[in-house]
T-cell receptor, first 111, second 117 residues
């Protein structure tokens, strides 16, 4: 059974600092997703990572995938308050349709 | 283009009543997924449907829960005889094809927040 684990689960950081959220998954997966969720809202897709070594960047966020280590990272550069949200990674077991989500990382960025 | 539309946004039911949650996928999408999110937790897969077919219901509780995606109309998640533990946010998502065939992520609706009193 595919398990997806994120850490840390809670992260409080200062504006302007850099930090990384880690996402480990337990079995071979076709692809890895990162989503953002604001309180009471739906999930917004950030990145889809398809292959080993894939790196994608959007603004202050950069995601990478290491399929051999079964690890994805979401790196935040020079954080700003607007990035405060809960971030989820999700993966699917190879050949399966459903996504398995991590527990989420609640990120709070303080001025 | 309208995204995934879910209604109602908020639903309050007393214990023992029935809850019906509706989901209209993105136009042209034929694959629908239902997820449940308990407070402070991640999303848990419930069921995956294509038009008129249930493909994977491995995350659905064995009793009281059912889902359908008819040829015409929205997908419906139905919870009979609700209990307090059913209180959660229920999200619907859609995709153009099966996820393993396409690069695009799931498109999520805004969710229905069910409160059982």
């Amino acid at each position: 059974e595919l398990k997806v684990e994120q850490n840390p689960l809670f992260l409080s950081m200062q504006e302007g600092k850099n930090y990384t959220i880690y996402c480990n998954y337990s079995t071979t997966s076709d692809r890895l997703y990162w989503y953002r969720q604001d309180p009471g809202k739906s999930l917004e897709s950030l990145f889809v990572l398809l292959s080993n070594g894939a790196v994608k960047q959007e603004g202050r966020l950069m995601a990478s995938l290491d399929t051999k280590a079964r690890l994805s990272t979401l790196h935040i550069t020079a954080a700003v308050h607007d990035l405060s949200a809960t971030y989820f990674c999700a993966a699917n077991r190879s050949g399966a349709q459903k996504l398995v989500f991590g527990q989420g990382t609640r990120l709070t960025i303080n001025p | 283009n309208a995204g995934v539309m879910q209604n109602p946004r908020h639903l309050v039911r007393r214990r023992g009543q029935e809850a019906r949650l509706r989901c209209s996928p993105v136009k042209g999408h034929s694959h629908v997924y239902w997820y449940r999110q308990l407070p402070e937790e991640g999303l848990k897969f419930m069921v995956y449907l294509q038009k008129e077919n249930i493909i994977d219901e491995s995350g659905m509780p064995k009793e009281r829960f059912s889902a359908e995606f008819p040829k015409e109309g929205p997908s419906i998640l139905r919870i009979q005889q609700v209990v307090r533990g059913d209180s959660a946010a229920y999200f619907c998502a859609s995709s153009l094809g099966g996820q393993t065939s396409y690069n695009s992520p799931l498109h999520f609706g805004n969710g229905t927040r069910l409160t059982v009193t």
